[in-house]
């Protein structure tokens, strides 16, 4: 279980390095992103996922590209894809 003080920011690229878009999930986190954390702490053992909408990049959250560009050597993740249409 998650400490209810911890907080997960989120960035996300398009390429290599270019930032599209911000978020934040957590216990100081506003609005979506607390509620989805407020959620996960409430039942610890079960997936809940959200779509989260990505907030405009701004001066602070630039740094975030100096601090993680060492997950470049690890690897990444593919951006989950959207539900299709039925």
């Given at each position: ?34 509620d ?7 039942y ?16 602070s959250?630039k740094e ?23």
């Amino acid at each position: 279980m998650f400490p209810s003080k911890s907080n997960q920011n989120v960035v996300t690229w398009v390429g290599h390095n270019e930032i599209i878009g911000v978020n934040r999930v957590g216990s100081n986190a506003e609005g979506l992103g607390r509620d989805h954390w407020n959620e996960m702490l409430a039942y610890p053992r079960k997936p809940i996922a959200h779509w989260h909408p990505l907030l405009e990049v701004k001066k602070s959250e630039k740094e975030w590209k100096a601090r993680t560009a060492s997950f470049d050597s690890q690897g990444s993740c593919p951006s989950p894809r959207p539900p299709s249409s039925p």
